[in-house]
């Protein structure tokens, strides 16, 4: 019994300092200014429900959000599909190469965004990309597949071998072994692929920013910069900004969450 209390109570504890920060920013989205400087992390006297419509305004989050909704509605599925073939190629046949390959692909997790930037940024003014949506979610679908690869194989490779052996025994294609069999196996993982994706494109930035060259083509993750002036900065709306950006990605997570934590822990387990 006294286990079980001092269990609960380690995950009472983290269950807070998880959440303090989603409170501390939504309280914070419904106070002054004024109130935000005197006691930051005070509750607020009053309601200011007019911060989150002007932030909606004046962040331009209206076109912003469309904008985000498109990129995800490209770059998830083209990063998922993708890293479903190459990781269940990977992991489930036997290619000549195969670990030099899927080295090749882990080296995109460990060398950081910043220090292929400026290549990539002439890639795609090469590839006359530039100032387009293709300029954000052709390198945004480039940039997520080292990790999904990375995810996809690890499941596919924990996968009993003797039921795609069977299923080819019996006369089926590799690609009916594959999306009829193997794929729906694999759906933890595929799960988890899809929400982190979804997180990635959701808040990314420097992308956009270094790619997109548009104010018409900026995602939401950029209307927050709308609250930052020369000499002040107004931190209720950017409160109010990050808490309507968290809106999407809370939804997604709970609609996939017992996907999701079952595709982690059997990640966890192999």
């Known amino acids: 019994m006294g286990w079980q209390l001092g269990r609960y109570a380690v995950l009472l504890a983290f269950l807070l300092v998880f959440l303090l920060p989603f409170v501390w920013i939504w309280s914070s989205a419904l106070k002054s200014n004024a109130e935000i400087n005197a006691d930051p ?3 607020p006297s009053s309601l200011r429900w007019h911060n989150v419509v002007e932030a909606w305004t004046t962040g331009r989050f209206g076109s912003y959000v469309g904008n985000s909704l498109l990129y995800c509605a490209f770059v998830v599925p083209g990063v998922t599909v993708l890293s479903c073939l190459a990781g269940y190629a990977l992991g489930m046949l036997r290619l000549p190469g195969e670990r030099v390959i899927f080295t090749a692909f882990l080296l995109g997790i460990m ?11 002439y890639l795609v003014r090469d590839l006359d990309l530039l100032g387009t949506y293709w ?6 679908i480039a940039l997520g597949l080292a990790f999904g690869i990375f995810v ?3 499941f596919f490779r924990g996968l009993p071998p003797e ?15 594959f999306h009829l069999i193997m794929l729906p196996l694999a759906r933890p993982g595929l799960t988890t692929l899809v929400v982190f994706q979804f997180m990635t494109t959701w808040n990314m930035l420097l992308i956009p ?3 997109g060259q548009d104010e018409n083509l900026r995602p939401i993750s950029t209307g927050i910069m709308f609250f930052i002036g020369e000499y002040s900065v107004d931190r209720s709306l950017i409160a109010a900004g990050v808490s309507l950006s968290t809106v999407p990605i809370i939804v997604v997570y709970l609609l996939f969450q017992r996907h999701f934590v079952r595709g982690i822990s059997a990640g966890a387990l192999r």
Not at 111 to 121: L, T, V
Not at 135 to 140: A, Q, R
Not at 163 to 177: M, N, P, Q, T
Request: charged share 15%; aromatic share 12%; hydrophobic share 55%.
């Open 111 to 121: 060398i950081p965004f910043q220090s292929i930037m400026i290549p990539q940024y």
């Open 209 to 211: 920013l270094l790619y």
């Open 41 to 43: 992390f005070g509750l």
């Open 152 to 154: 996809m194989r690890a």
């Open 135 to 140: 300029g954000v979610i052709v390198p945004s």
């Open 163 to 177: 039921i795609a052996d069977a299923a080819r025994i019996d006369g089926a294609s590799e690609w009916r072994v």
